[in-house]
Every structure is written in structure tokens, then in C-alpha cells.
């Protein structure tokens, strides 16, 4: 899976947006970013910065499968794809 994120990212960064939703994740699932740093074994300061992205940010799969195993979630509730063509420019 996380060799199909990396792939994604490459090919379409040009033509659209992989928006990155661990923001939303979290809220959802009623996470700090110090309850989850500690259940996924990660740095708070790696927590905010990911946290923070809004887009796929770069990140090695250890981390990815850390993420997804504390929130309980596929990669795919982490990431939402945007056509450049959908995407509201401010």
C-alpha cells in the first residue's frame, strides 16, 4: 500500500492533490497529539508535523503502518485525492 502512496504522489503532483486528512482522523477518533504519539510509538514533534501537512507529506512506511495501527484505519481513510479541476484556487 505504502508503494502505491509514493507512486500516486510522484505521478500527480502536477495534476492534483493527494490532501492529507490525519487532522480529521484525529478528531474523529478523539486523539491528542500526545495520546496518539504515545499509542503509535512516535515523537510529539513528529505527530504535529504531520498533523499540520495538507498534503502527503514524505514519510517512511514504518510510520504510515504506526499511524494506521493506532487510529485503526487503512491508508485510505488518511489521504483523499483532488482533481486539479475540483480544487478551489484562493
Same mark, same amino acid.
Given at each position: 500500500?505504502?508503494?502505491?502512496?509514493? =507512486?500516486?504522489? @510522484?505521478?500527480?503532483?502536477? &495534476?492534483?492533490?493527494?490532501?492529507?486528512?490525519?487532522?480529521?482522523?484525529?478528531?474523529?477518533?478523539?486523539? /491528542?497529539?500526545?495520546?496518539?504519539?504515545?499509542?503509535?510509538?512516535? /515523537? =510529539?514533534?513528529?505527530? @504535529?508535523?504531520?498533523? &499540520?501537512?495538507?498534503?502527503?507529506?514524505?514519510?517512511? &512506511?514504518?510510520?504510515?503502518?504506526?499511524?494506521?495501527?493506532?487510529? #485503526?484505519? /487503512?491508508?485510505? #481513510?488518511?489521504? &483523499?485525492?483532488?482533481?486539479? /479541476? #475540483?480544487?478551489?484556487? #484562493?
Amino acid at each position: 500500500m505504502f508503494n502505491i502512496l509514493v =507512486r500516486m504522489r @510522484t505521478l500527480i503532483r502536477q &495534476e492534483a492533490l493527494i490532501r492529507w486528512k490525519l487532522r480529521e482522523v484525529m478528531a474523529r477518533k478523539r486523539f /491528542s497529539i500526545r495520546g496518539l504519539a504515545e499509542a503509535a510509538g512516535l /515523537s =510529539r514533534g513528529t505527530v @504535529t508535523t504531520l498533523r &499540520e501537512a495538507d498534503t502527503l507529506p514524505g514519510m517512511g &512506511e514504518g510510520t504510515l503502518e504506526k499511524l494506521c495501527t493506532a487510529l #485503526d484505519c /487503512s491508508p485510505l #481513510d488518511l489521504i &483523499e485525492y483532488v482533481r486539479e /479541476s #475540483d480544487r478551489k484556487d #484562493d
